[in-house]
């Protein structure tokens, strides 16, 4: 987990660096509008996964769900403003990275399922409901109505 604050940190970091060293190459008006393009093909990706018409819903019943919410998570890469961000989920379009991240992230699954007990123990008994005594604790005070 510690890999994950980290992260939290050196992203940041490393995206402010690319913005400096890329826009120094291609200038600062080529850097906004591929940020800006960038961000557009996100929205557009994900308004196209988001709201599926019924058609292609039945057309892409054989697409697993995994996939799809990859093409998600490469869009909301894709929004953020960056450029490893960007390269990211430009990589994650590319659906035979997509299959490769699906099968890794299937087999990390069996395996961290495999490790699970299957013969748990299974204790069987019987309750009873008891009921609360109604007298009261302690005798009314006057101050308030029964």
């Known amino acids: 987990m510690k890999w994950i604050g980290a992260a939290f940190l050196v992203l940041p970091l490393a995206e402010i660096a690319l913005f400096v060293v890329v826009g ?28 599926p018409s019924i058609d292609r819903v039945r057309g892409d019943l054989l697409s697993p769900l995994a996939e799809r919410a990859l093409l998600a998570v490469a869009a909301m890469l894709l929004i953020l403003p960056g450029f490893l961000t960007d390269t990211l989920g430009l990589i994650l379009l590319v659906p035979l990275v997509r299959r490769l991240v699906v099968g890794v992230l299937a087999m990390r699954l069996q395996a ?9 123990t299974v204790i069987d008994g019987e309750f009873y409901e008891i009921e609360p005594e109604t007298r009261e604790l302690r005798p009314p ?6």
Do not use: M, Q
């Open 24 to 51: 120094g190459w291609i200038g600062l008006g080529a850097t906004l509008a591929v940020v800006v393009g960038s961000g557009v093909l996100g929205v557009t990706i994900l308004r196209r996964i988001g709201a």
């Open 112 to 120: 961290a399922g495999a490790g699970r007990r299957t013969d748990a």
């Open 141 to 146: 005070s006057g101050w308030t109505r029964h």
